[in-house]
């Protein structure tokens, strides 16, 4: 089973509520008066990094700057990749598991650059950023893959490029002060729970280039009250919108059963896929 899903995702209603515990509260209180995307590069040396013949794919991040403007070339070679678990917040211990880092420059960044030369991004590569606010991601990135910003509990905007054609599966998992999003162009296929507990998601706007919503892509999205689906969507997994699990006001399950969230709504063309799922799931269907 892959680490992020065994490791953290597995825990994701623990980590929904107690994920930004960790983060610090004198850089989180801050602001970030500079854009991020015309601050200075950070140096090559903030980074670790493995060079290949095509381009270089980074593996760390070892500086101290809270705000990370990812280079485009190191040693002259275009940065192509961000791989999995690169800024993930967590380390594998010599007895080879994965815990915790104790102090850790990763969960202060606030905000992050990543450049055009960027094709994907890995698995789990910004998972557990605590204290990240705001993304930029270039023209240029076309795969994001499972939890890429799982757990970034203060991420509250991100703009993501007409270039990205997939997002994995719980890619954006309880980003719970996210508020809009808006997938672009060029998206074909939204994976499992990649939206899961966000919520604060008031507007999520999907691009008629859709044809797959995950199981569960905006589950639990309880802020979320209407979504317009596409025509294009062919396949809508189950629990896909508009279902969240019960909880007290501590945030704790009440019941693994899970029920529908009152008063949504699906808006999509008559006889489409949405209407289908909307009355299956006894969910209100408006017509566009």
Do not use: W
């Not at 065994?6 to 850089?27: P, R, T, Y």
């Not at 013949?53 to 192509?80: A, D, M, Q, R, W």
Request: include cysteine; proline fraction near 3%.
């Amino acid at each position: 089973m892959k680490k992020l899903i065994s490791i953290v995702l597995s825990l994701s209603f623990l980590m929904c509520a107690f994920s930004g515990c960790e983060k610090n509260e004198e850089q989180s209180a801050g602001s970030n008066t500079q854009a991020i995307q015309d601050i200075p590069e950070n140096a090559a040396s903030d980074f670790a990094y493995k060079e290949t013949e095509k381009g270089i794919k980074i593996i760390g991040y070892k500086g101290t700057s809270t705000s990370v403007k990812i280079p485009s070339e190191i040693n002259g070679k275009p940065v192509l990749t961000i791989a999995e678990y690169a800024f993930d917040g967590f380390e594998k211990t010599e007895e080879g598991s994965y815990q915790t880092h104790k102090e850790n420059n990763i969960t202060r960044i606030v905000s992050l650059y990543i450049p055009g030369t960027v094709r994907a991004l890995g698995e789990g590569a910004f998972a557990n950023c605590y204290s990240l606010t705001e993304v930029v991601i270039s023209e240029g990135v076309e795969t994001m893959g499972e939890g890429a910003f799982a757990n970034c509990n203060e991420l509250t905007s991100i703009s993501l490029p007409e270039s990205l054609t997939t997002i994995g599966g719980f890619a954006f998992n309880c980003c719970s002060k996210l508020q809009e999003i808006s997938l672009g162009k060029n998206v074909s296929s939204v994976g499992e729970y990649a939206f899961y507990e966000c919520t604060s998601l008031e507007k999520a706007a999907l691009p008629d280039s859709l044809e797959t919503l995950g199981r569960g892509a905006f589950f639990s999205c309880t802020a979320l009250k209407e979504l317009m689906i596409p025509e294009s969507v062919k396949t809508i997994e189950e629990y896909a919108f508009g279902y969240t699990i019960p909880k007290d006001e501590h945030g704790h399950a009440l019941s693994e059963e899970f029920e529908l969230i009152p008063d949504v709504a699906v808006i999509s063309g008559a006889g489409s896929e949405a209407e289908n799922y909307a009355n299956s799931n006894n969910i209100k269907f408006k017509s566009k």
